[in-house]
Every structure is written in structure tokens, then in C-alpha cells.
């Protein structure tokens, strides 16, 4: 019982983090990979971990980018939990 | 109004004042004429030739009144979620992309710019000489040459090389091969009398002869700066073309691409004004050696006889701002979508008359049309952008000309997808949220939506398989994926990637005219 509804919270989650990815992330790192001609990292595949805290760092502005830190200021701790799980079960 | 050979002496001029004037002048001139070559070689495509918007909204002194620029830049920074405009961060200083919001809040929108049959001419571009030297069959496996489905990917940029046409097997949904087209592709046709040409037409203009047997460009023209209008003749032998930027359409012939006779678009509008008109859908027909093509603002259809001279009839007040198009009844009855009064106008192209005008639901767009024969009667499928209140897919009686039923679906639609073998109607709902991601299913029958597919990305331009058996969609922009389906059970059973798919244009079309025909009832219809 606790496993079935721990599963489903997950998959909940990555289907949140989908939606999310495909309406922001996506948009310059696309989904398995960024265009040809991005000049955007892939996230596909990449630890969950590391997106996560790279996100948050974004976030706080404790690392600096224009773009990123515009970016994820508007992702809340549920957001970038489930970017982060969604992007880093995904094969490239 | 001759923009291109207008600028050709400023440059010069440009050229004296840096010898003549003081450094900060000659810098000013400098990057005014850099910033315009910054937006044609990156906005362009998608936001007019002329500033005055295109497949994107219009970028210029008016339309930008007002509007932050710190707000503009960092749109262009990040772009514009939900839509196909790209991030421009890291692929553009920040230093230009302030200098362009600049430039395109002072710039007005231009006027036509010039590109005579004289231009044209000169930009066709050879790339196999000898075409005896091509291969009498295709290089790759496949049964039929209308088992090649057409993919045009837009790349992310809407230029680049991600932007190509994908041609794909649609039996074992393999990619056979792909051309890139340096901007993004719009337009697939094929040639009806011999299956081995096919055309593709960029959101620049160019036209890309492409042999299909080994999968390669053979020529290319530019038309033009923008526009997607493009037919080919029933006997293969001309093309027509039509631009938004500059306002004309020419007709060339589609085996050397060399333009034979260019048309100036221009009409009296329905409401008595005299309007220089963006070229709307060209279409040739197996009913007649003719093109009809569109003038969107004009409100008039022109049919154009492929004879000595092309004598052009025109049909008045078809509608206000029309778009494109779809043909029934062996090609004979023409119907026409227009957008601001949200009707279909149905044209007789034997009498080249106005039949009628038929409601549309809201801002119709029928993306090519549908057209099924159900239960002795041929029904027609329109779908519509939906901004307003009215979300529903249109079906008409094309006998009676009357409306059947207004089906009422998720959201705004582009283009309704349909085949003899298939049981449903598939409509691709482009709301701009969840729904976008979304492909409805109306079944031919009961005339109701019957099932939702979840295709991810901003899925679109449904299409199915020469066959019958699949159903194809674009995933679009945020999804970089090609999904096909069984057309029966519905079930996803492959997916081909490229980068922002878009229109999907089956061989089989040359076949069955309009989507959801048979061949045999095109037979029977002639």
C-alpha cells in the first residue's frame, strides 16, 4: 500500500516535471537534446542531484547567469524537484 | 517601392562617410545597416521581410509603441514560451540585441520591397547539371512512391541546420531522407505526373526541386522574401508561387525553376478600397490546366488559365482577409477559408462563380481541408483558429453547400486530418496551454469527438499514411519529434526526431486530391 501510493506520487511528480520542462527547460535545452545550433548544455540524462542543486543555486543568485537566474527565480522547490527528476531519468 | 536597390547606393554612401566623416558618424551609419542585417538574417523569416510581421507578429516603429524595452529584450533572451519564437541568449551579444530593440522600435514597418522576375531569374541555383545522370529508381527500399510522407522541420531558429525537409517511409516509419533548406521549411508538394519530383518552400521563399529517388536538391529559386503560397499543375509541368513580401506570385516552370510570368496582387477589397495583397493559398487542380490563388486581403480569388499569355479571372468578394484552401468534387468546387468574417466561400471553378458562403465557426484556417464520403454524402471538414468564443470544427455537405454540423472540440484548430481508410477525422487543438499538446479525434460517422491523444510538445499538422494505417503528428516546437499512430487502435508505434517539426505532407495527397478522398473517387469524379 505505501509502495503503490510512494509510486504514484513519483510519476505524479514526473509528469509535473514534463509539463515544466517541456513549457521552460525545453525551450533552450530542448528535451533530449537542444538544437544543433544551441548554444545550450543537454540536460537529458544528467544527475538529478546536480540539476537540482545547479537550480537552486540559480536561484539564490549564488551562481551567476543572466538568463538562468531570471529563469529559475520563477521555479518554486516543487518545480525544480520534478524538472530535475524528470530530466535526469530521460535517456539522451 | 524598390527597398533592395535602394539600399545598394546608401551603402555606397555609407562606404564615402567612412572616408570622409569623423569616427562617431561613420560608427552610427555603421550599425543602423548592421542592425538591419542582424534582423534579416535572424527575425526575418518569421517576423516579415518588411517589419510588417509574417508567420510571427509584425516587428516595427507602430506595432512596438509603447512596449518596454528592457520587456523586449529579455523576451529575445529567453523567447517566448508556448510559441515558436527561440531563446536568442548566446546566440546574439547583449549588446545587439539591445541595439535591434532599438532599431525595431524606431524602424516603421518598410514598404514592398522589389523582387522582379529579373531577380528571380537570377537566383536560381544548379546544383545537378546533368539530371540524366540521376537514378531511374529510388535508392532506398519502398513499395510505393506514395508511401513517402514529407516532414517540413523548422529547426529551432526557424533557420540553421535544423531546418530541412525529412522524407520518411510511412510504412516503416524509417527516415529515407532529408534536404536541408538553410531556413525553415513550410510547403511540401509533389509532382502529379511524375512521382519522383517533389517541391519544398521555405518561410524565405526559395523553392527547392527535389529529386525524391536519391534524395537530393537538384535546383532551387527565391520567389521572394516571405510567403508559403505554392502549387503545382495537374500535368506536373508549372509551378505557382506567392508572396506575402513583396506582394506578387509568379508561375515557373517546374522542371528549370525559370519564372515565365510574375503577378502583381492587387484588388479592389469587398468593402470598395483599392489593397496591394499578401499572396494566400495557390492550388492547382486535376479539374483544369489552371491556379487558383488567393488574395488574402484583396478578398478575390484568381484563376489562372496555364495557357499562352495566363489570362488571369477574378472573382470579387470572396471574403475578408482569405487564407487558404481545399478542393472537392474532382477538383472542380474550390473552398475558400476566410478569416474576418469567419466563413467558408465555396467557388465554382467551371463557371468561376461564387457558389456560396458557408459559417465557419471563428477565424477559419482549414489547414488543406478534409473531405470524406459518409453514408452517400460528401462532407467536408474546416477547422479554425478559435480565437474567439466558438471552439468547433466545421463539417459542411460540399452537394447541398450547406452546414452539417458545427462539432464542438477543445480549442482553436489548423488542420484536420482524414483518409478513405481511417476512421476518424484528427483536428490538432493549438490553444496556447495544456490542450496544445493534444490532437482530438472525430469520428467520421456520429460526427463527435471520440478520443484526445496527449502527444506532447505543441503537436500539430496531423497526416496520415498513403494507406491509411497510420496517423502522423508533429510534436512541434518543445517535443523535436515526428509520433505516429496506429490510425485504428490509436496506439503510439514510433516516433522519428528532428528539430521543430511542422507541416506533414503525404505522397499520397497527389492521389486523393484532398485528404480523406479515395483515388477511385477522384476517378469517378472526373
Not at chain 2, 526541386?209 to 522574401?225: E, H, I, N, P, W
Request: hydrophobic share 35%; aromatic share 8%; with cysteine.
Amino acid at each position: 500500500m505505501g509502495l503503490v501510493s510512494a509510486q504514484s506520487v513519483n510519476a505524479a511528480s514526473i509528469y509535473a516535471g514534463e509539463a515544466k520542462a517541456a513549457a521552460v527547460c525545453s525551450q533552450c535545452h530542448g528535451i533530449r537534446t537542444p538544437s544543433a545550433d544551441a548554444p545550450f548544455p543537454p540536460l537529458a540524462g544528467r544527475d538529478a542531484d546536480y540539476l537540482k542543486s545547479a537550480l537552486k543555486q540559480y536561484r539564490d543568485k549564488t551562481r551567476k547567469s543572466d538568463i538562468m537566474n531570471a529563469i529559475a527565480g520563477s521555479l518554486s522547490d516543487d518545480d525544480i524537484n520534478n524538472v530535475a527528476m524528470y530530466y535526469g531519468r530521460l535517456k539522451p | 517601392m524598390n527597398t533592395i536597390k535602394k539600399h545598394l547606393p546608401k551603402s555606397v554612401l555609407i562606404g564615402l562617410a567612412a572616408i570622409i566623416l569623423p569616427f562617431g558618424a561613420q560608427a552610427t551609419s555603421d550599425t543602423s545597416k548592421n542592425t538591419h542585417q542582424l534582423y534579416e538574417d535572424n527575425c526575418a523569416s518569421c517576423h516579415g521581410s518588411d517589419y510588417g510581421g509574417f508567420i510571427a507578429p509584425g516587428l516595427n516603429s507602430d506595432s512596438l509603441k509603447g512596449r518596454s524595452p528592457t520587456a523586449l529584450r529579455s523576451l529575445i533572451m529567453t523567447g517566448s514560451f508556448d510559441t515558436l519564437m527561440p531563446p536568442f541568449f548566446g546566440r546574439l551579444s547583449d549588446d545587439d540585441i539591445r541595439g535591434l530593440v532599438k532599431h525595431l522600435q524606431t524602424t516603421p514597418k518598410q514598404t514592398n520591397p522589389a523582387w522582379t522576375i529579373d531577380d528571380i531569374k537570377a537566383s536560381i541555383k544548379v546544383y545537378v547539371k546533368d539530371e540524366s545522370t540521376l537514378p531511374a529508381k529510388p535508392t532506398y527500399a519502398i513499395n510505393s512512391m506514395d508511401d513517402v510522407i514529407g516532414v517540413a522541420a523548422r529547426g529551432k531558429y526557424g533557420r540553421g541546420s535544423g531546418s530541412k525537409a525529412v522524407f520518411i517511409n510511412s510504412v516503416t516509419h524509417k527516415q529515407i531522407g532529408e534536404i536541408p533548406t538553410g531556413t525553415a521549411a513550410h510547403i511540401i508538394d509533389y509532382n502529379p505526373a511524375n512521382p519522383r519530383w517533389a517541391y519544398v518552400k521555405t518561410d524565405t521563399a526559395e523553392i527547392f526541386k527535389v529529386d525524391l529517388y536519391s534524395m537530393q536538391a537538384v535546383r532551387s529559386v527565391k520567389t521572394g522574401f516571405n510567403g508559403p503560397g505554392l502549387g503545382v499543375s495537374r500535368d506536373g509541368k508549372y509551378i505557382m508561387a506567392g508572396s506575402y513580401v513583396p506582394h506578387n506570385a509568379v508561375i515557373l516552370d517546374a522542371d528549370t525553376l525559370e519564372p515565365l510570368k510574375t503577378f502583381e496582387l492587387e484588388g479592389i477589397d469587398p468593402d470598395g478600397k483599392m489593397v496591394s495583397s499578401d499572396s494566400g493559398m495557390i492550388i492547382g487542380t486535376p479539374f483544369a490546366d489552371i491556379f487558383a490563388i488567393a488574395l488574402e486581403n484583396a478578398g478575390q480569388v484568381w484563376v489562372v488559365d496555364l495557357k499562352e499569355g495566363f489570362p488571369v479571372t477574378k472573382i470579387e468578394n470572396v471574403g475578408r482577409h482569405l487564407h487558404d484552401a481545399f478542393l472537392s468534387h474532382g477538383g472542380s468546387k474550390l473552398m475558400v477559408a476566410s478569416y474576418d468574417d469567419s466563413i467558408v466561400t465555396a467557388i465554382d471553378l467551371k463557371d468561376r462563380k461564387i457558389i456560396k458562403k458557408l459559417e465557419a465557426g471563428c477565424v477559419p484556417h482549414v489547414g488543406g481541408g478534409s473531405v470524406v464520403e459518409v453514408d452517400g454524402r460528401t462532407l467536408g471538414f474546416g477547422t479554425n483558429f478559435g480565437d474567439c468564443d466558438k471552439m468547433v470544427v466545421s463539417v459542411w455537405d460540399l452537394d447541398k453547400m450547406e452546414v452539417v454540423k458545427q462539432v464542438p472540440v477543445s480549442g482553436g484548430t489548423e488542420s484536420p486530418a482524414a483518409h478513405a481508410n481511417a476512421p476518424y477525422v484528427a483536428v490538432d487543438i493549438i490553444s496556447k496551454d495544456r490542450r496544445a499538446r493534444t490532437i482530438q479525434l472525430i469520428d467520421k460517422k456520429s460526427l463527435e469527438v471520440v478520443k484526445t491523444l496527449d502527444v506532447g510538445g505543441h503537436a500539430y499538422f496531423p497526416e496520415y499514411s498513403a494507406d491509411g494505417k497510420f496517423l502522423y503528428v508533429s510534436a512541434g516546437y518543445s517535443g523535436d519529434e515526428v509520433v505516429v499512430y496506429d490510425s485504428k487502435s490509436l496506439e503510439k508505434v514510433a516516433s522519428v526526431q528532428m528539430e521543430s517539426p511542422a507541416g506533414i505532407f503525404s505522397h499520397g495527397r497527389v492521389r486523393y486530391m484532398t485528404r480523406g478522398l479515395s483515388p477511385d473517387e477522384m476517378k469517378g469524379a472526373k
